[in-house]
C-alpha cells in the first residue's frame, strides 16, 4: 500500500476506521490480560505446566505450549508484541484525529480495553465447563483474531498527514492527505489552518529537540520536576492496585472468601461487565470535571474502599463475604472514573515540547514497570496464603 492508503478511504470513514484498529489493538491488550486470569485457575493448565507459580501470566503463543520455558518464552514474545501496540497506538490515533476528539478518544481506547477484558473472562467461563486442555487452549488462541484484524486493516491505512510532512521532500503529500482526512478540498481553511499549524510544531520541535539528558534539567520551566511528575503519575496508577483485581480476582474470591473455582469465574465475568459500564461514565467527566479533582477523589474512594474491604475479608462471615464482593465493584468504578483515562493524557500535557516525546514513552514504561510488580509482588502474597 502507498503512504496515504487505500484511494475509497476517506472523511469519516477513514477516521473511524483508524478508530477501530487502534480500538483492537485495546481490546487485544485487554483480553491479553482478562484471559489469564482464568488459566492461572485452570486445572488442566496448571498441570500441564507442573502447578508454576501464578505470576506466570501467559499470552497469544502460549496457547500451543507444552512446558513451562515455551510459555515463557511466548509470554516475552507476546508482551514486546502488545508493548509496541499500546505505544504507537495513541500516538497514531491522536495525529489522525482533530485535536477537539482526543481526550474522548483516549477514553474509547480504554473502554476497548476494558471491553476485551470482558470478553476474556466470558470465554474463561464458557470454557471451565470442558475438562480437556482446549480450557485454557482456545482461550489464549483466540486472542490470534484481535492481533489478525489489526495487522490486515492496517496494510490499507495511511501515514500520518504529520509523519508524510516531516519526512517528505515538500508537505504537498501530507496537505493532499488532510484534506482527504477531514473530507474536505485542499485549500479548504480548515485544512490551511491545521497544516501551519502542524508546520510550526515540526519547525519548533528540530529546534527545540531535547535529549534524554535534558529530562534531569530544569531549563527555567522545571522541565525535570514536569517528568518526574509524568513518570510517578503512571507508576502509581498500578500501585493502586488495579491489576490484583484484573489479573486475580478469581484467585482472590477462592481464597480469600472460600468461593468455588465455578462460581468465582462467574462472579468475575459480571465484574468486568460493571468495570466496562463504569468507564463510559470518564467519557463525560474527563474533559468536564478536570484531571486533578478525578484524582484526589477517586484515589480517596480507593483507599477507604480497601480499608473496608480488609475489614469484610478479616471477619470471614457470609455478609461480610457479600460485603467484600460489592466494595470490589465499587473499587473498580473508582478507579476507572479516576485513574483509568486520565493518566495516559496527563504527561503529554504537562511535558514541555522538547521533552514530550521522551518524557511520554518513559512515563509509559514506568506504567508497565509498576504492572510488573505489582504482578510479581502480589502472586507472592498469594502463593504464601496457600502456603507454597
Known amino acids: ?67 513451562r520455558i515455551q510459555m515463557m518464552v511466548a509470554r516475552v514474545i507476546a508482551g514486546i508484541g502488545i508493548g509496541y501496540i499500546t505505544s504507537v497506538a495513541p500516538v497514531y490515533q491522536s495525529e489522525i ?8 478518544l483516549v477514553c474509547c481506547q480504554s473502554t476497548g480495553m476494558l471491553g476485551g477484558l470482558m470478553l476474556g473472562y466470558w470465554i474463561n467461563y464458557g470454557f471451565y465447563f470442558h475438562s480437556s486442555s482446549a480450557q485454557w487452549r482456545f482461550p489464549l488462541l483466540f486472542q490470534c483474531i484481535f492481533a489478525i484484524y489489526v495487522i490486515a486493516v492496517t496494510l490499507w491505512l495511511p501515514e500520518t498527514p504529520r509523519w508524510l510532512m516531516q519526512h517528505d521532500p515538500t508537505p504537498d503529500q501530507g496537505t493532499t492527505f488532510l484534506a482527504k482526512l477531514r473530507g474536505v478540498s485542499s485549500d479548504h481553511p480548515a485544512v490551511q489552518h491545521e497544516r501551519a499549524e502542524i508546520l510550526d510544531a515540526i519547525s519548533l520541535e528540530a529546534k527545540e529537540e531535547g535529549s534524554w539528558s535534558d529530562l534531569f534539567k530544569a531549563h527555567g520551566i522545571q522541565g525535570n520536576k514536569r517528568f518526574y511528575l509524568a513518570i510517578s503519575i503512571q507508576f502509581l496508577q498500578e500501585l493502586s492496585g488495579i491489576n490484583i483485581v484484573t489479573y486475580y480476582a478469581p484467585t ?20 468486568q461487565v460493571w468495570y466496562v459500564t463504569a468507564s463510559f461514565v470518564t467519557w463525560y467527566t474527563i474533559d468536564r470535571v478536570g484531571r486533578r479533582k478525578l484524582w484526589i477523589s477517586m484515589a480517596c474512594g480507593q483507599c477507604l474502599v480497601l480499608v473496608l474491604e480488609a475489614i469484610c475479608v478479616k471477619m470471614n462471615t457470609s455478609q461480610a ?3 467484600a464482593v460489592f466494595l470490589i465493584f465499587v473499587y473498580e468504578s473508582c478507579f476507572t472514573w479516576g485513574w483509568m483515562a486520565t493518566v495516559w493524557i496527563y504527561p503529554p500535557e504537562i511535558l514541555p515540547l522538547k521533552l514530550r516525546a521522551k518524557g511520554s514513552a518513559l512515563a509509559t514504561a514506568a506504567d508497565f514497570l509498576g504492572n510488573f510488580v505489582i504482578s510479581v509482588t502480589s502472586s507472592g502474597f498469594l502463593n504464601d496464603n496457600n502456603g507454597c
Not at 484525529?97 to 474522548?104: D, L, Q
Open 97 to 104: 484525529t482533530p485535536p477537539e476528539h482526543r481526550g474522548w
Open 321 to 323: 463475604s457479600i460485603g
Open 252 to 271: 482472590l474470591f477462592q481464597q480469600s472468601l472460600g468461593m468455588s473455582q465455578e462460581r468465582s469465574l462467574f462472579l468475575g465475568c459480571f465484574l
Open 1 to 67: 500500500m502507498n503512504k496515504v492508503g487505500h484511494p475509497r478511504l476517506k472523511g469519516t470513514a477513514l477516521v473511524s476506521t483508524v478508530t477501530s484498529v487502534c480500538s483492537f489493538g485495546f481490546w487485544l491488550f485487554g483480553y491479553e490480560q482478562g484471559v489469564m486470569s482464568g488459566v492461572v485457575v485452570s486445572r488442566p493448565w496448571l498441570t500441564q505446566m507442573g502447578n508454576p507459580s501464578t505470576v506466570m501470566i501467559g499470552s497469544v503463543l502460549m496457547g500451543s505450549a507444552f512446558e
